[in-house]
């Protein structure tokens, strides 16, 4: 799937009910050129879909890599605040609010379908950078709902399965 010429790939993305979709991502152990070409290709697949994030079980890939980003483009997307390319490794949620929302939320491995999904509004993640080095982000509103989904994906839950859970 990765070609070996190291020129980057638009991946095709799993699609439900891929199995590889529930089933849990291994943490990322080596920071190295093979994690950067598969982070490259997530970048590409999620442009070209296109995508607010991807994570990498999407693109067949079990390692716990999640990207998002977010330009809004429309009038009616405008009250979201844009999301810079923000590339997670090994996230873990350290704090979940206690103060939730409800809102309808789509994803790339099931084409057409928009469930009413309930987050926290405000969460706290450590992470690793594409080197290896850690970090921590606050993150609120939209973005902290798109963290939450693509970690969800790491873990193997899918908005469907968010669903059954309330
Ligand atoms: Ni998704």
Not at 35 to 52: N, S, Y
């Amino acid at each position: 799937m990765h070609d070996i010429d190291g020129s980057i790939m638009i991946c095709s993305i799993q699609i439900f009910p891929s199995r590889i979709l529930n089933r849990p991502s291994q943490p990322v152990t080596s920071f190295d050129d093979t994690l950067k070409k598969i982070v490259k290709d997530m970048i590409e697949t999620m442009h070209a879909a296109p995508g607010v994030g991807l994570a990498a079980p999407q693109i067949n890939v079990p390692k716990q890599i999640a990207i998002i980003e977010y330009q809004p483009k429309s009038e009616e997307e405008a009250d979201r605040a844009k999301i810079p390319l923000t590339i997670i490794i090994n996230p873990k949620i350290i704090h979940f609010s206690k103060d939730k929302d409800r809102l309808r939320e789509g994803c790339l491995s099931i084409p057409g379908v928009e469930l009413l999904v309930t987050r926290s509004k405000k969460i706290k993640l450590n992470a690793q950078s594409i080197d290896g080095q850690p970090f921590k982000i606050h993150a609120s509103g939209f973005f902290a709902r798109v963290i939450q989904h693509e970690i969800d994906h790491l873990n193997g839950i899918l908005i469907i399965d968010e669903v059954k859970k309330r």
